[in-house]
């Protein structure tokens, strides 16, 4: 059989690693939420870095197709 413990006993135990867990949880937020803050203000600064270096931003929507010629269709002989 299992090992039995009485809720008197156990509870304490309970709550002392429920605020733990808690406390842990907490500071990971934290953490993560100053390193999503630092990292957004480095891609600014690469982007303006990249801008005043003359560089071309990103493309957005590809090349344009309207102005690639059509292939050629091929024979039928």
Known sequence: ???????????????????????????????????????AAAQEENSRLKQAAGEPGPVSGGPDLAAVPPFPMPSGD
């Not at 156990?10 to 002392?16: D, M, N, S």
């Not at 605020?19 to 500071?27: H, I, K, P, V």
């Open 1 to 39: 059989m299992g090992q039995q413990i009485s809720t008197d006993d156990a509870l304490p135990i309970y709550r002392q690693t429920c605020g733990e867990l808690f406390d842990s949880n907490l500071l990971l937020r934290a953490k993560v939420a100053g390193l999503e803050r630092d990292l």
